[in-house]
């Protein structure tokens, strides 16, 4: 009888169902106790597991459903050091990761970014757009943001992600050559340019920046009162030698 209460607290089934929009990754709760040999693990489609052993990351699981022994946890075991397999419960921490896109999230400046237009001179910009990012590597995003927190959403990244986004956004737009006048204009040669200089810093979190768009860049009022008087010019000497030729 005892035998089968102390037995009965072993967790003998891993799994995780998400109903959240915004989970990046969730730790499986173990409440201190012990995962069972041979207990099933459930990975479902667009999540992936990660064991992790005092510390270290061991084995790592994609899409499927497994039976915890020693042929599918060799990292585990030989951190463990059962050569000859166990029987007996163990301990790790189990992570599983969403590997779907989070999709809409928002960046935009605080501050206006300077730019020295050839036109207009130093003209002060702001801007704002989506983004959308993946776990691309979970161990490395586990090793760089995560720890050990147990259950950590993109609202515990998003404003890092936002403030990498905004910093490199000044220094891409002066480099690409677009003049203010143009850029209502060039937002997709813009977007394309912003995402090829900061995806590769999304990745050395383990995060795949899959989609960056630039919605609005926004002039000062005397820049636009400015191309607002340039624009009655053009139509006043339109008119002008439409009369003429009248």
Known sequence: ???????????????????????????????????????????????????????????VFTPGMY?????????????????????????????????RRFPDLKWGTRNPAILRDPEFGPVRLRAFGTYEIRVADPALLLKEM??????????????????????????????????VMDLAANYDQLSHFVHGRIAPEFANYGLELTTLLVENVSLPPEVEQAMDRRTSMGVVGDLSRYTQFQ
């Not at 967790?11 to 709760?29: G, N, Q």
């Not at 959403?153 to 690409?176: G, H, K, M």
């Open 1 to 59: 009888m005892i035998m089968q209460k102390l037995f009965g607290e072993f967790v003998d089934v891993i799994e995780w169902t998400d109903s959240s929009t915004d989970t990046l990754v969730w730790r499986f709760e173990r409440y201190n106790n012990e995962i069972k040999f041979g207990a099933k693990l459930t990975v479902r489609e667009g999540q992936t597991a990660v064991f992790v052993n005092e510390g270290e990351i061991a084995d």
């Open 67 to 99: 039976e915890l022994k020693t042929a599918n946890l060799p990292i585990l075991s030989s951190l463990q050091s059962w050569q000859h397999g166990f029987q007996s419960p163990f301990k790790a921490e189990v992570y599983f990761f969403n590997m």
């Open 146 to 179: 995560v720890g050990t927190d147990s259950h950590f959403t993109t609202d515990q990244i998003t404003d890092q992600l936002r403030n990498l986004i905004v910093a490199r956004f000044a220094t891409v737009l002066a480099s690409s050559g677009i003049p």
